[in-house]
C-alpha cells in the first residue's frame, strides 16, 4: 500500500532541494555577470593589453559553477560564448553560442552575438588584405551595448 504521507513529505523534500539549487545557480549565475561585464569594461579601456589570466580564470570557473547547477539555461552558455570571445577564442565562442541557440532559439542576445562575431570577422579578414602598413589592426571587441538581455528575469 503506498504510504502518502511519505510521497507528500518526499516531494516536499524534493521541492526544498530543487530551490535551493535554484538559488544557488542565481547567485552563482549574477556572480558570473558582473565578472564578464568586468572584463569587457577593461577590454574597452585597454583593448590593446591581454585580459588578466586570473581575472578570465575566475569568470570561467563562475560560469562553469553556474552551467553545472542550470545546464539547461541558454543565458549561460551565451555569457560562456562571450566570455570565450573576450579570450580571442572565436571557435570556442561560436561552439557555447551553438548550444545557447539549441536551448533557447528566440534568446535576443544570440544575435547580438552572433553578428559581433561575424563582424569581427570579416573585419580580422579585410585586415588580412591589407599591407601591414595600409590600416591599423583591428580592435579585439566591439561593445556590447547593453548586458540586460544576460538578466535572469525569464528563468
Same mark, same amino acid.
Given at each position: 500500500m503506498l504510504d502518502f504521507e511519505?510521497?507528500?513529505?518526499?516531494?516536499?523534500?524534493?521541492?526544498?532541494?530543487?530551490e535551493k539549487v535554484q538559488q544557488r545557480f542565481v547567485k552563482t549565475y549574477e556572480?558570473?555577470?558582473?565578472?564578464v561585464m568586468n572584463l569587457h569594461q577593461l577590454s574597452l579601456e585597454a583593448p590593446e593589453?591581454?585580459?588578466?589570466?586570473? +581575472? +578570465?580564470?575566475?569568470?570561467?570557473?563562475?560560469l562553469a559553477k553556474a552551467i553545472d547547477l542550470k545546464p539547461s539555461a541558454a543565458q549561460s552558455y551565451?555569457?560562456?560564448?562571450?566570455?570565450?570571445?573576450l579570450m580571442e577564442n572565436l571557435p570556442q565562442a561560436r561552439k557555447y553560442?551553438?548550444?545557447?541557440?539549441?536551448?533557447?532559439?528566440?534568446?535576443?542576445k544570440i544575435a547580438v552575438l552572433?553578428?559581433?562575431?561575424?563582424d569581427f570577422e570579416a573585419l580580422q579578414a579585410l585586415h588580412q588584405q591589407l599591407p601591414a602598413d595600409?590600416?591599423?589592426?583591428? +580592435?579585439?571587441i566591439k561593445p556590447i551595448e547593453t548586458f540586460d538581455d544576460f538578466q535572469l528575469a525569464d528563468i
Open positions: 511519505a510521497l507528500a513529505e518526499a516531494k516536499a523534500d524534493a521541492r526544498q532541494i530543487n556572480s558570473a555577470v558582473t565578472q593589453q591581454r585580459l588578466p589570466e586570473r +581575472l +578570465l580564470r575566475q569568470a570561467v570557473d563562475e551565451a555569457l560562456y560564448s562571450y566570455l570565450f570571445f553560442l551553438q548550444t545557447a541557440r539549441k536551448l533557447n532559439p528566440g534568446f535576443s552572433e553578428a559581433l562575431y561575424n595600409a590600416a591599423p589592426a583591428p +580592435l579585439r
